[in-house]
């Protein structure tokens, strides 16, 4: 089965971190650019970051400002999104998603609160 599963979400107050792992299976990982999206409540979905095969090819949404590092092990078949210095407006459903598939993972949940 063609699947994408994220992990890492939580809750955790402004100021704090959190690594996101996105596993994928039934498919070859290595030959597909990944993106990372997230969905706020009420809101649209937003592109957050993408990374290309190699992982040499990289960029974020403007809102990142330096805190967001997507990385990915192709040879684990994983997805990474470190995240810093995370505000209240980071709170969302982070999705890791595969553009050439058209697969979305099931999404995992951040929330940034005191």
């Known amino acids: 089965e063609v699947q994408l599963q994220a992990s890492g979400g939580g809750r955790v107050q402004p100021g704090g971190s959190l690594r996101l792992s996105c596993v994928s299976s039934?498919?070859?990982?290595?030959?597909?650019?990944m993106n990372w999206v997230r969905q706020a409540p009420g809101k649209r979905p937003e592109w957050v970051s993408d990374?290309?095969?190699?992982?040499?090819?990289?960029h974020y949404g403007d809102f990142v400002k330096g805190r967001f590092t997507i990385s990915r092990d192709n040879a684990a078949n994983t997805l990474y999104l470190q995240m810093d210095r995370l505000t209240p407006e980071d709170t969302a459903v982070y999705y890791c998603?595969?553009?050439?598939?058209?697969?979305w993972g099931q999404g995992t949940q951040v929330t940034v609160s005191s």
């Open positions: 998603v595969s553009p050439g598939l058209d697969l």
């Open positions: 990374i290309d095969t190699a992982g040499g090819g990289i």
């Open positions: 039934g498919f070859t990982f290595r030959n597909y650019d």
